[in-house]
C-alpha cells in the first residue's frame, strides 16, 4: 500500500532524474526565493546574494525519511569535497507531526559532526512547494542544483548524479542546455512506464546517450530494458560493460550497476561484471557502506557463501558506529534464505546499530522483525516490540508503521496482533484521531481483534479523512472486508 516503496533499480534512474514541469519550474529557470522560519545549523543562505559568487545545493528531506538520513553522509562529503570551491550544500525541511522543529534540532544534534552542512527548517511550506511542487517533484529526498547564476541547473536524487554535475560546474563543463534537453528525455521516459512501453523507453535511452555520451547511466537503462523486457541477455551484458568504463571513477554509479547486474539465478557474465564493478567502487571509496553492502551480495550471488560471511564480518567491524548504514545491513543479512549464520550476524549487525542510536526506535523495529521472521523467536521478538512501543513515545509515524507491519508482514502476521492494536491505538491517541492512514491500521488492529462492530466504525472514519485519496478504493475493500460482503461499495 502507501506504507512501503517499492521499485527497480532500472526505474530508480529515472525517477530519481530530473522529472520536472516546464511551464512551472524546471531547469534553467531563476529559482525561487528560499522562506525559512529557522536556521538550524549553519549561515543563512540567501540565493539572491549567491549569484556571481557561489552554487547552491538545495535539498529537501525529512527527519522521518530513511533515504534522506541515509543521504546525509554524502552531502556531508560533498560539502568537503567542494566547500571551498564556493558550494553550499543546504538541507531544507518542512514541518508535519513527524518532523518538527523539535525534532530537527535534536536530529541534527546527534548527528554530529557526520551531518556537517546548512539546516533549514520552515514552518509553513512555502519553500517546498516553490521548489518541489512547483517541479512535479513528489518523494524526498530530492535536490536541486543553483548555478551562479541563480538558475535550478539540475534535479535529482542526492545520491544519483549529483557529485557529477557539481562536479562539471566546478570544472565549468556543466551545459545547462544539455541538462535541460536530458530533463525532457527523463520526463518522456517516464510517461512510458504506465503504459509498459519499454521499446520507446529503449530508444529514448539512447536518445539520453547520444545527448550526454559519457553518462553511464543510459546504458544501464538500455542493458534492463534488453535484459528485463526484450530477453537478450547477451545485449543486456554487451550494454552494461559499456556501462562500467563510463563509470570506471564513479563509485556511486558503479555500485548501482552492480546492484543491477547481481542476479541469484547466477546468469554467466552479470556477477563477474558485478564483482568488478563493486570492486572498483571499492578501490576508490574502501569505507562506502553501500559498496560494501553490495559486495555481499554479489558473493551471495556467486554462491561463495564463506567469502561472503567473512565480508559479512569485516564490514560489520567496518561500519561499527555508523548505525543507518548497520541497520540497512543488517536488513540485506536477515533475508530468511540467508540461514542462521547471517541471521546471527544481521543480529550483531543490528544490535551495533542500536547500540550507536540508543534513541533511534526504528532501529528496535529491524530487531523485531530479523527475530521474529529469521531466528524464528517469538518471546524474544515480543518482548523487542514491546519495548519499540514504550519507546517510541509520542512517534505516531513509528507506532503506525510498526502496527501495520506487525499485522500484515510476511512472517508477523497473526502472531503479535495484541501488540500491533497497543500501538496503534496508542498511535491514534497521538495523531488525535485526524490521520486517515493511522486510522485504517486501527480499524483494522481492531478487527483483527475480533471487535468487528467497532472497526467498522473505524474504518468508516478513515475513508470520511482520506477524501478523495487515490487509496479510496482499498479503504472501501477494506470496509467491505469488516462487513463480510462484497456487495456494492457504500458511499457514506
Known amino acids: 500500500m502507501r506504507r512501503a516503496v517499492m521499485g527497480l533499480v532500472v526505474a530508480g534512474i529515472l525517477t530519481l532524474g530530473a522529472a520536472v514541469q516546464a511551464d512551472e519550474l524546471g531547469i534553467g529557470d531563476d529559482a525561487p526565493k528560499l522562506d525559512v522560519t529557522k536556521w538550524v545549523k549553519g549561515k543563512p543562505v540567501d540565493l539572491s546574494e549567491a549569484k556571481g559568487k557561489g552554487i547552491t545545493v538545495v535539498e529537501f528531506w525529512a527527519t522521518w525519511c530513511g533515504p534522506c538520513v541515509a543521504s546525509v553522509p554524502h552531502l556531508t562529503h560533498l560539502q568537503e569535497k567542494y566547500g571551498d570551491k564556493g558550494v553550499t550544500v543546504l538541507g531544507m525541511t518542512k514541518f508535519d507531526d513527524g518532523n518538527t522543529l523539535d525534532m530537527v534540532k535534536k536530529f541534527v544534534k546527534k548527528q554530529g559532526d557526520k551531518l556537517d552542512y546548512t539546516i533549514a527548517f520552515e514552518e509553513e511550506s512555502k519553500t517546498y512547494d516553490a521548489f518541489m511542487k512547483a517541479a512535479g517533484q513528489n518523494g524526498i ?38 541538462a535541460k534537453k536530458v530533463a525532457g528525455i527523463k520526463d518522456k521516459m517516464n510517461e512510458t512506464w504506465a503504459d509498459d512501453d519499454f521499446e520507446t523507453r529503449f530508444k ?22 534488453l535484459h528485463r523486457d526484450m530477453e537478450k541477455p547477451a545485449e543486456a551484458l554487451e550494454a552494461a560493460k559499456v556501462a562500467f568504463e563510463l563509470a570506471h571513477d564513479k563509485p556511486q554509479k558503479l555500485s548501482r550497476l552492480a546492484s543491477q547486474l547481481t542476479s541469484e539465478d547466477n546468469e554467466k557474465g552479470f556477477n563477474e561484471l558485478a564483482m568488478k564493478a563493486i570492486s572498483r567502487a571499492l578501490e576508490l ?4 557502506a553501500e559498496a560494501t553492502i553490495g559486495k555481499f551480495r554479489v558473493l551471495v550471488a556467486m554462491g561463495k557463501e564463506s567469502d561472503a560471511v567473512k565480508t559479512a564480518n569485516q564490514a560489520i567491524k567496518d561500519l561499527d558506529g555508523d548505525a543507518p548504514a548497520l541497520a540497512r545491513f543488517a536488513r540485506v543479512l536477515s533475508t530468511p534464505a540467508r540461514g542462521e549464520q547471517c541471521t546471527d550476524l544481521a543480529i550483531k549487525a543490528v544490535e551495533l546499530a542500536i547500540a550507536a542510536e540508543p534513541d533511534e526506535a526504528y532501529h528496535l523495529m529491524s530487531k523485531f522483525k530479523i527475530l521474529a521472521t529469521c531466528k524464528k523467536d517469538i518471546k524474544a521478538a515480543r518482548g523487542v516490540g514491546t519495548y519499540l512501543i514504550e519507546k517510541a513515545g509520542d512517534d505516531a509515524g513509528l507506532l503506525n508503521a510498526f502496527a501495520w507491519d506487525a499485522l500484515t508482514g510476511e512472517g508477523l502476521k497473526g502472531e503479535f496482533n495484541d501488540l500491533a492494536l497497543e500501538a496503534a491505538k496508542r498511535c491514534d491517541e497521538v495523531s488525535e484521531g485526524e490521520n486517515w492512514m493511522y486510522v485504517d491500521t486501527f480499524a483494522l488492529a481492531t478487527f483483527e481483534s475480533g471487535a468487528r462492530d467497532e472497526a467498522i466504525k473505524l474504518q468508516r472514519k478513515a475513508i470520511k479523512l482520506a477524501a478523495d485519496n487515490p487509496a479510496m478504493d482499498e479503504l472501501l475493500d477494506r470496509l467491505l472486508e469488516f462487513a463480510g460482503t462484497t456487495e456494492k461499495k457504500p458511499k457514506d
Do not use: C, N, Y
Open 141 to 178: 529526498p530530492t535536490a536541486f542544483i543553483v548555478d551562479k547564476s541563480g538558475r535550478v541547473a539540475w534535479i535529482g536524487h542526492p545520491q544519483s548524479g549529483l557529485e557529477d554535475a557539481l562536479g562539471e560546474m566546478v570544472a565549468g563543463k556543466f551545459d545547462i542546455e544539455v
Open 204 to 225: 529514448l535511452a539512447g536518445e539520453w546517450s547520444a545527448a550526454k555520451p559519457k553518462d553511464p547511466s543510459p546504458h544501464m537503462v538500455r542493458s534492463g530494458i
Open 285 to 288: 571509496e574502501p569505507k562506502d
